[in-house]
């Protein structure tokens, strides 16, 4: 510990072992007695991104209109930037270039890249920034794939009946669970 007199009656002190997000417990001491009040419960919070600690997991394989990419951005000693509002965001190549789909917090320091529910079936690279900093051991790769009708969503589409059912169904594979969910909700089905 590191401690400074500011010549006012205060002091500043530095805890430069400290590498660890998290709660500690503080007993100041002036000439071997404990401050009034101590020990006090202090909360050490992340440091600065830091671009080499980042961490990138692709799902294997990947669903479209499902969470892709999972990004996990930490500082310097490893802990999560819990808390920050890091700008994390894809790009998803060669099938159809996407740019720039930003991340959701999940406000733990990690993000979710979410892929689109039009996205085309196939291998993509991968490119993943965090502050404007690429993602450090990629590009990555992945594997996405058309996200399956429900055997609940597709017996509603099918209540349809007739033509309408098969087109309602092909339709489905183009959205979201959330999007069919409102789509048939809105149908009455």
Do not use: C, W
């Amino acid at each position: 510990m590191n401690v400074k007199d500011n010549g006012d009656g205060t002091y500043s002190a530095e805890y430069p072992g400290v590498a660890k997000a998290g709660d500690y417990t503080l007993t100041p001491v002036v000439n071997g007695e404990p401050v009034k009040d101590a020990p006090f419960q202090v909360k050490v919070g992340a440091g600065g991104f830091d671009p080499n600690n980042t961490g990138v997991e692709i799902p294997n394989p990947g669903y479209t209109g499902r969470k892709g990419p999972k990004v996990s951005v930490k500082d310097k000693q490893g802990n999560l930037r819990a808390g920050f509002d890091d700008d994390v965001e894809a790009d998803l190549t060669p099938k159809l270039k996407i740019a720039k789909l930003k991340a959701k917090s999940n406000g733990d320091g990690t993000y979710d890249v979410d892929y689109p529910s039009n996205l085309l079936p196939g291998e993509y690279e991968i490119d993943v920034r965090v502050n404007g900093q690429a993602a450090p051991r990629g590009p990555f790769r992945g594997d996405v794939k058309k996200t399956a009708v429900s055997q609940d969503h597709a017996q509603r589409a099918n209540a349809a009946g007739g033509n309408a059912g098969a087109i309602l169904n092909k339709a489905l594979l183009e959205l979201s669970e959330a999007e069919r969910e409102t789509l048939l909700a809105a149908l009455g089905k």
